[in-house]
């Protein structure tokens, strides 16, 4: 149980703890929601949601004026380099860099054609998402003006089409509504908006008057989709309606969570019957064209024309698919084609092959299609990783976010979004927007942390000489946690003396290894979660709080959850690398335990209890004391585990000690991304690999001598 506090840990620490975890400069502070820039850029967010896809610029407008507003808030920051973005901040800023910088560099090596100077501002734009999003995320409540505004302009959206299709005027597109762009992004849009809004209406905790107006919002979107006749984004409908049920609908009522997905298909299928509406229409002529085979084109038949684009850009990359044929091959291509007689003489109108993902692999060949997955891969697995989190509230936001990125990657599959300005807008505003509001709404959950938990907690550790660093363990949890247990394998530095100081719960015992000992702690624990900490861990005041949310619900949602570590060495906090995976901490008493390993034990939950979750609150790791520790520890746990594997019957050469450690440090710095902490990421997978070099050379000898 918690005791009074005498000692705490030295003010250096403390300070270093707390500069890695949260490296917060003077250009990243808060905006408050009732300050007169926080509720001027609420204003902007809503007017852009709200009319962007009726009144021509207004999007562009409202995204390019974040963007600036980020440049000009932020510059003190940008000017020092001293943001301290998060892991999920720093993926973003990687996504889009690597996009624009492989579509320049394509334009740069394949020659500086006239086609390729008319994209080079599309693209560039979308650098813009980066200072765009940091600026909204520094908005609290911003989040509101969000909701408010995906409600607003699919109502408007949803009134502008049925006065259109009211009116019976025809428009550029016939009998198509296409808003201030064209059919495939009014429709395309308004279909995100709609299923952007699902979670505010399957939402118990909003009001029903608001529910009510979400609902509407929702049949209005999706009739406005409908009556643009946009046939490309409504293959997204399907999946996202599967993925409601594997995440919002898996905590409702059943009735509730296969209800709304019946009722939005039932919908589906009525607008697409409806006389006088377009997207019905086109569905029967999308199957036709499949199932024509004559050579002649017609101009209306669209299908066909893009099947026609897509043969052109495959004859292309037949000798060029690895590096591609530049922003102006395509245009080339087609221009030839016509002069051949292969195509018709209006095929010239293209100018893409209406397919953004075939787009990228022209352009910039393998590389520029990785990219663009990359591009839309990155937002995707950020907003699915919120479902398995303690953040009921976020999570509703990410599904916006989420919604938003899926519909446009699929609009992707039949239109080249990255070549049409409005593309470039509603992608740069909604990815920049939901992002945003993800931190915004992460950052008003955890301020709102309930005061009591339902459920107790104890938290335990294992120690030995940890004198100079277990106080920053201890002093994170003491007051906080229900109870500590403490068990000290025989310190003669004074460690149990300063546990004492914090929990009368300390027992000094025998060394049976990491694995047996972590064990002997759980089972001693009485609370009814167990936190397993490590004593040169620190739980962050964000992981705190993101505990008693989960600990404040009579159920959990799951058994076991993961924390991310932060893990910190070399004055750096470092995001990418192995390090920075997020081990299962955080158990319901009885539903886990330890591995026997000697080291680098692990608990493991049992076979009848639900899957585990993953918390987003950093647990800070202040691994190594220095490089000399780092290289002590590193080849002391190499040896164990070699001793360990040769047991086990395992074998090893020297030349593969050294194949093992390159694939190590790949790996590390490559793949897992520890270049993107600099230095310190070198430094550190430099150190990995060699503990895998040491790992099996001394496997090596072992083997040699067996």
Not at 445 to 473: F, H, K, N, T, Y
Request: aromatic letters at 10%; hydrophobic letters at 50%; a positive charge.
């Amino acid at each position: 149980m918690p005791c009074v506090r005498i000692a705490a840990p030295s003010s250096s620490l403390r300070i270093e703890l707390a500069r890695a975890a949260r490296p917060v400069p003077r250009s990243d502070a808060l905006i408050p929601a009732a300050s007169w820039l926080g509720r001027i850029s609420a204003l902007i967010l809503f007017l852009g949601l709200a009319l962007g896809l009726v009144v021509p610029k207004v999007a562009g407008g409202v995204f390019l004026l974040f963007a600036l507003m980020g440049v000009v808030w932020l510059e003190p920051g940008l000017a020092r380099r001293r943001l301290g973005l998060d892991a999920h901040e720093r993926l973003l800023t990687l996504a889009v860099l690597s996009f624009v910088g492989v579509w320049m560099l394509a334009w740069l090596g394949h020659g500086l054609g006239p086609v390729g100077w008319e994209d080079v501002g599309r693209i560039l734009r979308l650098l813009l998402i980066i200072p765009a999003y940091l600026f909204l995320a520094r908005v609290d409540g911003l989040d509101r003006a969000w909701w408010s505004g995906l409600a607003a302009g699919a109502i408007i959206a949803g009134g502008y089409a049925i006065a259109f299709a009211l009116t019976g005027e025809p428009s550029g597109w016939i009998d198509r509504v296409g808003g201030p762009t064209n059919p495939i992004y009014f429709g395309g849009v308004a279909l995100a908006f709609a299923l952007m809004l699902l979670p505010r209406v399957a939402d118990p905790e909003t009001a029903p008057a608001i529910r009510l107006l979400m609902s509407l919002a929702v049949v209005l979107g999706l009739t406005a989709s409908a009556i643009s006749g946009s046939r490309g984004a409504w293959l997204a409908l399907i999946p996202l309606l599967v993925l409601y049920l594997m995440t919002l609908g898996t905590r409702q009522h059943p009735a509730k969570r296969f209800g709304l997905p019946l009722v939005i298909l039932a919908l589906a299928a009525v607008l697409a019957f409806l006389p006088g509406v377009p997207l019905g229409q086109r569905v029967i002529e999308a199957f036709g064209s499949f199932g024509s085979h004559g050579d002649e084109i017609a101009r209306e038949d669209t299908l066909a024309v893009r099947w026609a684009l897509w043969q052109l850009s495959f004859d292309q990359l037949r000798d060029a698919w690895l590096f591609g044929v530049g922003p102006d091959g395509f245009r080339a291509a087609l221009e030839r084609a016509v002069a051949g007689g292969q195509l018709p003489a209006w095929f010239l109108e293209y100018h893409h092959p209406h397919d953004q993902f075939i787009s990228a692999l022209l352009i910039a060949g393998l590389p520029g299609l990785l990219t663009l997955v990359l591009l839309f891969a990155v937002p995707l697995g950020r907003f699915a990783r919120l479902w398995r989190t303690g953040l009921e509230r976020t999570r509703l936001v990410g599904w916006s976010g989420l919604a938003a990125v899926a519909v446009l990657a699929v609009m992707g599959l039949s239109e080249s979004i990255f070549q049409r300005n409005s593309g470039i807008v509603w992608f740069g505003l909604l990815l920049a927007g939901g992002y945003a509001m993800v931190r915004v709404r992460h950052r008003r959950e955890l301020q709102s942390a309930p005061a009591r938990r339902l459920q107790s907690l104890s938290v335990i550790m294992i120690c030995r000489d940890e004198a100079d660093r277990i106080e920053g363990a201890l002093e994170s949890v003491h007051g906080w946690a229900d109870e500590i247990v403490v068990l000290d394998s025989g310190s003669t530095d004074g460690t149990a003396d300063i546990c004492r100081q914090y929990t009368q719960r300390v027992e000094v015992t025998d060394w049976p290894g990491f694995g047996v000992q972590k064990q002997r702690a759980l089972q001693r624990a009485t609370g009814d979660w167990v936190l397993s900490l490590d004593a040169d861990e620190v739980v962050s005041e964000d992981l705190r709080r993101e505990i008693d949310l989960v600990l404040s619900r009579v159920r959990p949602h799951y058994s076991g959850y993961r924390l991310p570590w932060l893990t910190i060495a070399f004055g750096r906090s470092l995001h990418f690398g192995h390090w920075a995976r997020a081990p299962l901490r955080l158990v319901e008493r009885g539903s886990a335990r330890f591995t026997d390993a000697s080291v680098h034990e692990k608990l493991v939950m049992a076979d009848d209890v639900r899957s585990t979750g993953r918390l987003e609150g950093p647990l800070l790791h202040r691994v190594f004391r220095d490089e000399h520790h780092a290289r002590t520890k590193l080849f002391g746990y190499a040896r164990l585990q070699a001793a360990e594997r040769s047991q086990a019957g395992r074998r090893a050469t020297r030349p593969e000690a050294r194949v093992r450690a390159l694939l190590n440090w790949l790996d590390n710095y490559l793949l897992r991304g520890a270049f993107m902490d600099g230095r310190a990421g070198w430094k550190m997978s430099a150190l990995q690999a060699a503990y895998t070099r040491e790992k099996y050379f001394e496997l090596a000898r072992l083997s040699s001598e067996r």
